[in-house]
């Protein structure tokens, strides 16, 4: 079945730091890769995504590259902000036979940016 | 446009009881799926609605269960309830049920503690 592995957290970083949060999937067929963030005490918001292999999803400054000979779907940011603070999860969408939308979450990881 | 919206947002029930959580999709959206996140853990799929009949399921008993509304509007039921069942319960909600690549947008939670 799909899976996906996170590094544990919690990262703990100064502001400014390079981040980078990693992220391996098992899946069959062709999925597509998500990052989710949760904020303390909220729902998950969609932070990128990308739907093939070699596709970079960006946004607010992080980026994740769909790397399909390794599996992998790291995330990363150059410099980080103390609002940045929060969970991040790693996740897949597994098109083949119907189950599309149905998405795997890795366990998540906590990142705390401090001044 | 609102989002996918959850009621309610907080609640406590005895064990042994049964609870009702409702979701209303974002607007445009005609399929709604649940998830359940235990604290310090990702999401696990519970189940996906979709033209008002169960399309996916994960690994939950029977005890869990759920219905659309010609509104797209869905509820999670969740019968004889356990110590364990004390969770985040989100809402997801997409433009169809297929399609890997497709956006998932999800609400801010319905928080149950059993005691």
């Known amino acids: 079945g799909n899976s996906v592995t996170q590094m544990e957290g919690p990262v703990t970083l100064s502001e400014e730091a390079f981040l980078t949060i990693n992220c391996t999937y098992t899946?069959?067929?062709?999925?597509?890769l998500f990052w989710y963030v949760q904020y303390p005490g909220e729902g998950l918001q969609l932070l990128l995504k990308?739907?093939?292999?070699?596709d970079k999803g960006s946004n607010k400054g992080f980026e994740a590259t769909y790397r399909k000979e390794t599996t992998s779907f790291h995330l990363e940011k150059g410099s980080v902000q103390v609002s940045d603070s929060a969970v991040y999860f790693c996740?897949?969408?597994?098109?083949?036979?119907?189950?599309?939308?149905?998405?795997?979450f890795g366990t998540g990881t906590q990142l705390k940016v401090e001044l | 446009d609102a989002g996918v919206t959850q009621s309610p947002t907080h609640l406590i029930k005895t064990r042994g009881q049964q609870v009702t959580l409702r979701c209303s999709p974002k607007?445009?959206?005609?399929?709604v799926s649940w998830y359940q996140q235990a604290l310090g853990q990702g999401p696990q799929f519970i189940f996906q609605?979709?033209?008002?009949?169960?399309?996916q399921r994960g690994n939950f008993p029977d005890r869990f269960s759920g219905h659309q509304f010609p509104n797209y509007s869905s509820e999670l039921n969740v019968n004889a309830l356990l110590l364990g069942d004390s969770a985040l319960y989100l809402c997801?909600?997409?433009?169809?049920?297929?399609?890997?690549?497709?956006?998932?947008?999800f609400g801010e939670g319905s928080w149950l503690t059993v005691v």
């Open positions: 997801a909600s997409s433009p169809g049920p297929r399609g890997s690549g497709n956006t998932i947008y």
């Open positions: 899946a069959t067929g062709y999925p597509s």
């Open positions: 990308a739907t093939k292999a070699d």
């Open positions: 996740a897949l969408s597994d098109g083949v036979t119907g189950g599309g939308n149905k998405l795997t």
């Open positions: 607007s445009g959206h005609d399929t």
């Open positions: 609605y979709y033209e008002e009949e169960e399309r």
